[in-house]
């Protein structure tokens, strides 16, 4: 038997399906092969790891909460029924508009931004003057 | 009595009675969940709004198929939403490595197979490659070989779960099978590495 055929024969024969002789010679090539002996290997890991996961039990309340959550579900959407029409309608309508305006304001608000260079600037010859120089301090002492 | 008429009654205003299909096929929803998740927390919580969403879609079921069947398909495309979904970013699963996720703490074996050593020689990292073979397959493969090996279901219930031939299942399974292989002897070379 080549590595081929034995490839192709791995999983069955980890399932124990393939006929005797099949058997007998996918054995022999095993102990010969160490390609296809580590492919069997990892087979066998990976079937070991499923059949672990397939025996996890689900936690054993999981009916009861599948149950309460579709009565919460069901308290909810019947909670929901009890609202009056225009409270639905009114509650929508009112988060929109306040929405609407607080997006209005902030734009406007925005808008009324002016730049630095659009203010009026102080004259050159203002900013030499020395105010201290031209209101003494005598002028409030005499009076 | 039968999946027909606990749904007809149900449907009739007997709601209590959706009791008896959630004790009937909770196991099967949940191994499937296991099947494509694997972690026990994300498949209880999984499995928990499968049914809800099934219950409120009760009305919409036909009979045209059986109820597994229905089911089955509810469970498998809710699975695929999941981890299309997921959130997880590579950051966090790395943060989450790096402080110890639960979902490697949480992982035993049966007692069946935790007396024997071989089973115990099974480390998260050894099922961390099985897990990460598995996640890589295509898509169809991937639900073919879920419900074949954690279901245990015949290549006929597959075909009719998927909605294809079981000449085409048999291909799927074939396929992910010589896949998974090659994965696994991939991921197995780079550790010797």
């Known amino acids: 038997m080549n590595c081929q055929l034995c490839q192709n024969e791995l999983d069955a024969y980890l399932e124990g399906t393939l006929p005797q002789g099949t058997g007998i010679q996918v054995a022999e090539h095993l102990k010969k092969c160490s390609v296809c002996s580590e492919s069997f290997q990892l087979l066998t890991l990976a079937n070991k790891v499923m059949d672990a996961e397939m025996k996890v039990q689900s936690n054993p309340f999981l009916v009861t909460r599948i149950m309460a ?21 009114f509650k929508p309508i009112l988060i929109s508009v306040s929405l609407a305006a607080a997006i209005f304001f902030g734009v406007f608000l925005g808008s009324t931004y002016l730049s630095a260079e659009s203010h009026q600037r102080i004259p050159v010859e203002l900013s030499y003057m020395n105010d201290a120089a031209l209101e003494s301090i005598d002028l409030f002492s005499q009076l | 009595m039968t999946d027909a008429e606990i749904i007809d009654r149900i449907n009739g205003g007997d709601r209590n009675l959706y ?38 879609t009760l009305t919409g079921y036909k009979g045209d198929s059986s109820f597994s069947t229905w089911i089955y398909r509810i469970s498998v495309n809710a699975c695929l939403n999941k981890i299309r979904k997921s959130s997880k970013s590579s950051f966090l699963q790395r943060f989450e490595n790096v402080f110890g996720s639960e979902k490697n703490i949480e992982y035993s074996f049966p007692a069946s197979e935790a007396e024997n050593p071989e089973a115990l020689l099974i480390n998260t990292e050894q099922k961390e490659w099985v897990e990460r073979a598995l996640n890589s397959l295509p ?24 909605e294809t031939t079981e000449g085409a299942v048999e291909a799927l399974i074939q396929r992910a099978k010589a896949n998974l292989r090659e994965k696994l002897s991939s991921l197995y070379k780079k550790k010797k590495k």
């Open chain 2, 19 to 56: 009791r008896l299909l959630v004790e009937r096929y909770q196991p099967l929803v949940f191994r499937t969940c296991m099947g494509f998740l694997h972690n026990k927390e994300d498949a209880d919580d999984l499995t928990q709004d499968i049914f809800i969403q099934t219950y409120q």
């Open chain 1, 69 to 89: 959550g579709i009565e919460e579900m069901e308290n909810q959407s019947a909670s929901f029924q009890h609202i009056p029409a225009y409270q639905k309608v």
């Open chain 2, 139 to 162: 898509e169809k493969q991937r639900i073919a070989i879920v419900l074949s090996k954690y279901d245990d279901l015949s290549q006929k219930e597959i075909a009719e779960i998927m």
